[in-house]
């Protein structure tokens, strides 16, 4: 009979919430859910709020399938098409500028807190858009993907670590989709206790704010792209 090591299993607690600890503290604060908030309802604006009820759990499903699914097998799809995290930091870094910038030039009011009728939109749509541009790259972008690779790209040696190690990056990456979930799910009642105009000023702060953060993701791709090519010419 095997007897239960209580040292073996604190330090496995301690390995455990020492993981989730490392992908929260890599995770939350690039995923930004409470500073997306504002740019959320501000693109969901001509929705009822049931849709809009809709088009948040169907983000934070898919954040949550988008993060799990970089940790896991991320660092493989990279290798099997032959991509770098800097092509990714590119590629989205640009995306996310041209998605800032039609935010910044968007009309000043808002459907809900103007009172304006929402628009009536179909299921196939709501679900279409909760994935782009809501999900990916407003909520997980290519910033949220690179962090989220880096940390599945060395896995742990031993089955038992492996295991531990995968389980706590699922724990990681539910908490992160759950505050997702309550930031968005509630970004009406706090925007409109602001007010239309205060409202109004925090979208265009956040995505002046996501502007600048698409040109910083968009330069570090750029940057390391060179870097490794003077790399290989000083070779």
């Not at 988008?66 to 660092?75: C, E, M, Q, Y």
Request: charge should be neutral.
């Amino acid at each position: 009979m095997s007897h239960l090591d209580p040292a073996g299993a604190w330090d496995a607690l301690t390995r455990f919430a020492a993981v989730v600890g490392v992908a929260l503290g890599a995770l939350l604060p690039i995923v930004d859910p409470l500073g997306g908030a504002p740019v959320f309802l501000s693109a969901t604006a001509e929705l009822t709020t049931e849709q809009r009820r809709t088009v948040v759990r169907a983000v934070s499903l898919n954040s949550f399938a988008l993060l799990l699914g970089s940790v896991l097998i991320g660092s493989y799809v990279l290798d099997l098409f032959g991509l770098s995290i800097s092509a990714v930091q590119i590629g989205g870094g640009l995306v996310i500028c041209a998605i800032a910038w039609s935010l910044l030039n968007a009309p000043t009011s808002m459907a809900p807190l103007a009172g304006k009728a929402p628009a009536a939109m179909a299921t196939d749509d709501l679900g279409a858009r909760a994935f782009y541009p809501l999900t990916m790259p407003l909520t997980v972008g290519p910033g949220s993907i690179s962090v989220a690779i880096t940390l599945g790209a060395n896995p742990e040696h031993g089955s038992r670590a492996l295991t531990l190690t995968t389980l706590a990056h699922v724990v990681g990456v539910v908490l992160v989709s759950l505050s997702i979930y309550l930031c968005y799910r509630y970004a009406d009642r706090i925007l409109k206790v602001m007010g239309p105009v205060g409202t109004s000023v925090v979208v265009r702060l956040t995505a002046f704010i996501l502007l600048c953060i698409g040109v910083q993701i968009t330069w570090n791709g750029v940057y390391a792209l060179l870097v490794s090519a003077l790399q290989s010419a000083a070779h």
